[in-house]
T-cell receptor
Framework: GIQVEQSPPDLILQEGANSTLRCNFSDSVNNLQWFHQNPWGQLINLFY???GTKQNGRLSATTVATERYSLLYISSSQTTDSGVYFCAVGAGGTSYGKLTFGQGTILTVHP | NAGVTQTPKFQVLKTGQSMTLQCAQD?????MSWYRQDPGMGLRLIHYSVGAGITDQGEVPNGYNVSRSTTEDFPLRLLSAAPSQTSVYFC????????????FGPGTRLLVL
């Protein structure tokens, strides 16, 4: 099956700093999503981005499908950004609809 | 819209007991799925459904059953609980298998003693 690797595994920032999270995947995908799992365990959609670039406030994401990676940018980080960021991908064929998750990046933002 | 709802929020079982985790969505989504999340790991797919009456296995289906009699509901049954099934369970839904964001419920924390 498709493999998903996220880096870095852990990231510690001071409030106001910028960061880039990376997601590499092993095969062609027709679905890619970024999620934030907050400290209370809730999974929150950030982006549905199988290709291209999107921005939502301080967050933006870019997926280069031909090179099999996606990047999540967090600018001017805040303590509320803390949590785990997951990349999840889906392929076509017999994997149609299924999402495979990476291991996540644990982000801690200190005041 | 309530989105994706799950009950119960927390459950303690003894080994060998059975139970059903409930999941419902009010967005008329075709695609629903169940994941489990274990410490330090991402989510792993248990079962999924592409519409009422249609279900299939995911990555870790053993010990779990599902059915989809309506578009809205997708219950997950543990037939004979084992300590290895201690986990956090998330239900998710999506408009269709190949389209749009996947939305997750708040999760059910299950402890099997």
């Amino acid at each position: 099956g498709i493999q998903v690797e996220q880096s870095p595994p852990d990231l510690i920032l001071q409030e106001g700093a910028n960061s880039t999270l990376r997601c590499n995947f092993s095969d062609s995908v027709n679905n890619l999503q970024w999620f934030h799992q907050n400290p209370w365990g809730q999974l929150i959609n950030l982006f549905y981005i199988p290709s291209g670039t999107k921005q939502n406030g301080r967050l933006s994401a870019t997926t280069v499908a031909t090179e099999r990676y996606s990047l999540l940018y967090i600018s001017s980080s805040q303590t509320t950004d803390s949590g785990v960021y997951f990349c999840a991908v889906g392929a076509g064929g017999t994997s149609y609809g299924k999402l495979t998750f990476g291991q996540g990046t644990i982000l801690t933002v200190h005041p | 819209n309530a989105g994706v709802t799950q009950t119960p929020k927390f459950q303690v079982l003894k080994t060998g007991q059975s139970m059903t985790l409930q999941c419902a969505q009010d967005m008329n989504h075709e695609y629903m799925s169940w994941y489990r999340q274990d410490p330090g790991m991402g989510l792993r797919l248990i079962h999924y459904s592409v519409g009422a009456g249609i279900t299939d296995q995911g990555e870790v289906p053993n010990g779990y059953n599902v059915s989809r009699s309506t578009t809205e509901d997708f219950p997950l049954r543990l037939l004979s609980a084992a300590p290895s099934q201690t986990s956090v369970y998330f239900c998710a839904s999506r408009l269709s298998p190949g389209l749009g964001d996947q939305y997750f419920g708040p999760g059910t924390r299950l402890l099997v003693l």
